[in-house]
């Protein structure tokens, strides 16, 4: 019995955990402007031809 509570207790804390991560993600993308994001895109463009070319 006390296996099924501490299991429990360990996928609550998991679940909770991947909620902070996503909340911080959706919170720092909130926070880029449009133009940031296009740099950033273009940025990884360059990478890209950069290396397969």
């Known amino acids: 019995m006390r296996l099924w509570k501490w299991l429990g207790l360990a996928g609550l ?3 909770a955990a991947t909620g ?3 909340a911080r993600d959706r919170r720092q993308r909130a926070q880029l402007t449009p133009d940031d994001v296009r740099a950033r895109l ?3 463009v360059e990478r890209g031809t950069g ?3």
């Open 51 to 53: 290396q397969g070319a």
């Open 20 to 22: 902070v991560v996503i």
């Open 13 to 15: 804390a998991g679940v």
């Open 42 to 44: 273009r940025e990884r």
